[in-house]
């Protein structure tokens, strides 16, 4: 798409203005969290620079363009505390970003990320730092203090730097404004606001964020993440608002495959939001991919380590998150390995991902999970793409599906394509089957055969 079709694609709902970096598709890009620790060294001005080049040189032709600071970015490690200003608002730490001393903030590490092309993004926590509220520091542009919108009852249930807000304070709005005010200056273009929504749901916080980012003089992605839960309801109320370009739909998501965040758990949330997916050209996110170098220093998610995800585990979360066209936010080390980065730049997988329509599961029987969707730029007049799953841990099963249930006239024949790697599997009427590994994928597309009859 040209740079007139992406300015054309703006879309206003409401109050909230937004426009995801490539129209018509879930961002692509970096984020840090998995293999670079915001609250640790590993974090600074010269990590995020080689980062920014790695991927400029790896992953920017395949549009991975945004490069996100997660959690952590404004940690003072000294004081072992956020670092903020006269006014409550997060600052990054000058020991680990020279360039933001005196009143630059993050102003200069962003325009030299996106010197190379990419898009920069930061964290936010909902609501305002303790800190602020202890010192009684001043909301920017009023006479008000932090204190007196704070509502502590409504801290996040995971992270107690912040309490939440009053939003039927006059200051509320104000404090908000001053946050996207002030990421605006620096040129932001994503961010990732985090507790805001899932189990513990503060709607009229996420709205007063939403229109709070949507005043701004910049254009920024706004990606909501969920406090300690998500669930269909919320997401349809975030789309029928507007109040979001994506929004994730679980927990965090690590290299495993079972468990609170293993790869597994995606299954049955990605089928659940699967009516929504590229609603109002926003979309449902599986969060990061937690393929190649990942880990901490410390804490629950140390040491760094390759991931433990097998090869045949890392195809099923990558033909998953292409399928149900998910953000596509690589949370490993740059640069990368080659099979890390053959997954990430797969043409197949990244044309279903950005050229398809009508993505939703079939049917689920068992462990065999099928998938379905419509290829928007066929190369013939007939083009679906089909996935196979099966998430079993130690068996293979064999996975059909019947063309009918496709959309297909079961009296023709079709080509059916092995996605990944292209080789033709023949000509097939009515159903085609396949054998698939355990805890594994298979990727296909079935094209209308146009061989004239003899």
Known sequence: MDGAGQTLCLAVVLLVTTCLSTCGRAPRGWNSYDSMDGYSPMMNETAVLQIAAAQRAQLLYYGYDHLVLD??????????????????????DPERFPSSKGTNGLEILARQVQDKGLKFGVWFLRGIPVQAVKDKLRIYGTQYTADQIALPATQCSWDNMNYGINTSHPAAMHYYRSITDMFSSWGVDLIKADCFYGGEIHKDEVALFSQAVSQTTRTMTLSYSPGNGANVTVAQWLVDNGYADTYRITADTWDSWTGAEGIAKQFPAAAAHSKLIGAGDTYPDLDLLPLGHLGHLSGSHSPPRSTRLTTVEQRTAMTLWCMARSPLMFGGKLPTDDLTLGLLTHKELLRLHEFSTGNHPVYQAG??????????????????YVAFFNLAVDHS?????????LGLSSRELYSVIDAWDSSNLGLYK?????TVYARGSGLYRVIKDLTPPS
């Open 397 to 405: 099963l064999t996975v059909a599906v019947n063309f009918t249930n």
């Open 430 to 434: 009515d159903s085609f089957s396949a």
């Open 367 to 384: 462990d065999a999970v099928v998938w379905h969707a419509v290829s928007t730029k066929p190369v013939t007049l007939v083009e679906h």
């Open 71 to 92: 959690a952590g970015w404004f940690w003072n490690i000294t004081a072992s505390a956020p670092h903020l200003d006269d006014f409550g608002r997060p600052l990054p």
